[in-house]
């Protein structure tokens, strides 16, 4: 395992599930190569950590969604 690995947070919990489980099969869906490789990086290689934050606290929201004034206010702040 390398010294330091990115830390990737990230609100949805089944996402950071698919790329834990090295052997969960993709076979059935249509996925990009980037796909396989963060799942490496995370299962087997072990350059990437996962961590969930809660939907609250994701402060990439800003950039892709629709907030209210108290929302982006609150992100801000942060």
Do not use: W
């Amino acid at each position: 395992m390398p010294s330091t690995c990115m830390r990737l947070y990230c609100d949805n919990t089944t996402a950071i599930h698919i790329c834990r489980k090295s052997n969960f099969s993709l076979a059935h869906q249509a996925h990009e190569m980037d796909c396989h490789l963060v799942r490496y990086k995370v299962a087997e290689d072990k350059t990437i950590e996962l961590q969930h934050v809660s939907s609250i606290n994701q402060l990439a929201e800003m950039l892709t969604k629709p907030l209210r004034g108290s929302r982006i206010r609150s992100i801000c702040d942060k």
